[in-house]
């Protein structure tokens, strides 16, 4: 909240500043969150730092040396932070800027921190790379933390934070980079040759071998199988396009390549290697890919096998990459010129950070069995295997009990089923239990490993601790096609749940409105089994790069355990998640959405506080819309704005009961009672 106010209460003023050590302790718990233990404080420190400050007071004279609550170096940054006890005097603005005359400089956390930022970069500083001035204001449960930079030729105001995370070690250039300066993050950087091979392909197999948009996935697949292979090269394939030897086109060698490798692998079902066969199958039998092209001097099939071998296949087995769905950003690609079947089916592709956020919502270990029955592209999987393979370390027997035993998919489409497995392989996990299916018509017990015993009674198997969803959106259009809701996608999916295993589903945000009688009565279907732990509303445009804006909720479940009447749900507002879209880079981080994501899981693991804005738990029923929004109730101490604006429209009231002869009401002592004997008539 940016307050704009010329008068100010005094005293007040005074009753704050006195009460300022408290603030000052939370500051330092947020310091030492970061590693900084031993900030300098008021007038300690070395000599540049005193130096620089001469002169910097934030009296009205300003005459005496300025003494900033906290000064530290970071990687060749000084960061200097002002506090206030209260929220509302983190920052002044006025026109846009941020004033720090005084008594602006004296009376707000920013404003008095850009000042003292101000006067060391007029009197030299030993560090060139620049000052970020903070102002935060208010204590761990109510509280703001404004920025500003300051440096060469520069000076910015920063959008705020939910903690300091940005001004680590590790992060703080990155923040710099990003936040400040306005350049790509370096993960958005390390994605652009991938992004551009993928648009290249698509325009070449459209131009070179009149490649339907939707074999153009399947094709890259088989290619990067074949390159996985040892002994395969680019090179060998000559282009032989004899009708008599078909065993010598490139499309047969990359498609014996595939399947080659796949065997030696030893990555099965063989069910499975052949429904990726069936996919593969046209690359060999097609002339248009395996002629020579005039213009390409090749056939299309070496001129895309070179594109991806020097382009995406290191970035594919990349281990710093093994959370990223290239494969499944390929399908978007292709798909996203019209003529394929993505947002036709209800396909939204799930962007990395949110499939991250899932594993880690649901703290994903090496222990746990993991499904996903709507696995697509097997972006969920991929980031639930990253993040058990971190939990094992180097322990190679439980990572191999990973890949055979511990990943599960059902995808239906046939195309998706082929881009997901080859997704998996390509990660060094082909072993995972991927099954093409309908997850409403997979065998439950199957998949569950149940057995039944001599008296045909089913004893428990494996079962699933943990399941992520992100089901098909919008394809309960009436009655006849209610089961195909979202809400039954989620009822389904908690059925493969152990007790006590936990599901994260990523929905469109009226799926937890349910306003139709159907829909409520899956809500109290749900609640009758299955406990809703929490409701975490997301930015607008996270699904903007995949051409649709749904605006989307993260719902948390507990299976197996009925919803207790008296359970708080945490309703979470993280709309403001680091991430915004810029024109033609599509959805970008600002340089904070590590942070932000740091301090929801704090929240919601109870390490940290947050005010209602972010987070409110109530109780729910089936009625209710499980959303922030429907729970949400400011609890801030009104400011003295907010104060004097109540109290007025009340005085406008009074005047107008009065005018219209109703001032009576106003005062019940007043007010002519009416008599026993007539109430009782």
Known sequence: MRINREEKDKTELIVINSNEKATDQFVRELLRAIGITKPWEQDGGPQWKRSALAGGSKSKAGKGEGKPEFVFVVDDFIVLI?????????????????????????????NGALHYAKTMMKNGIPYQKGIFAVGIGGNEHHHEIAVSFIGPGIERQLDDLDNLEVLAAASISEFHSVAVLGNKPAAEVRLESVKAAASQLHEGMRNFASVENDRKAPLVSAILLALEKPGFDTEDLKGEYDQDLPDDWDGAKIYKAAHDYMRSKGFGPQQKIGTLLDQFAFIAKSPTLNRIHTELGMTPLKWCAQILKTRVQSVVTDPGMTSFDILGNFYHEFISYGGGDGNTLGIVLTPEHVTTLMADLLDIGASDWVLDPTAGTASFLIAAMHRMFKDAGSNAAVKEDIRKNRLYGIELQDKLFAIGTTNMILRGDGKANFRRDSMFDAPLHEMRGDKKDKAGNWIPGHGFTKALLNPPYSQAKDKNTSHLSELAFILRALEFLNPGGRLAAIVPQQTMVGKTSADKAKKAEILRGNTLDAVITMNPATFADSGVTPHTVIALFTAGRPHPKDAKVKFVNFQKDGRKVQIHRGLTDDGTAASRTKHLLEVLRGETNDDTRFIVRAEVTAEDEWLHSY????????????FVATIADYLTWQIDMHTHGLGDLLDPAKTTRPDKKDIEK
């Open 631 to 642: 729970f949400y109730f400011n609890d801030q101490p009104p400011t003295e704005e907010e």
């Open 82 to 110: 002002e506090n206030k006890k209260a929220a509302h005097f983190t920052r002044f603005i006025q026109d846009e800027e941020i004033p720090t005359d005084f008594p602006y400089r004296q009376d707000y956390a920013l």
